[in-house]
């Protein structure tokens, strides 16, 4: 039998409650470090392309250059940050 959409939050919440004495508590660190501001700036646009990309490959075929093209441009994009 399928769930019902009534019961779907119930099954969310018994799983919540459930995990509260399983999962351990997380240890916030007392100096957490800055923001990564040149982080976000190569993430954004590359997960914007990876979008691109999905959104025009229905249209252009996933094949084609102008969908090749910015998902190689944000996989550059993501891979120069983590150097």
Request: no cysteine; net charge neutral; charged share 10%.
């Amino acid at each position: 039998m399928a769930l019902g959409v009534l019961d779907q939050p119930a099954v969310g919440l018994l799983g919540a409650l459930l995990g509260i004495p399983i999962l351990p508590r997380t240890v916030r660190p007392s100096n957490p470090g800055r923001f990564d501001l040149a982080g976000a700036a190569l993430v954004v646009p590359a997960v914007a392309l990876l979008l691109l990309a999905l959104n025009e490959g229905s249209r252009a075929g996933f094949g084609s250059l102008q969908l090749i093209g910015p998902v190689l441009a944000a996989v550059d994009g993501v891979h120069f940050r983590e150097l």
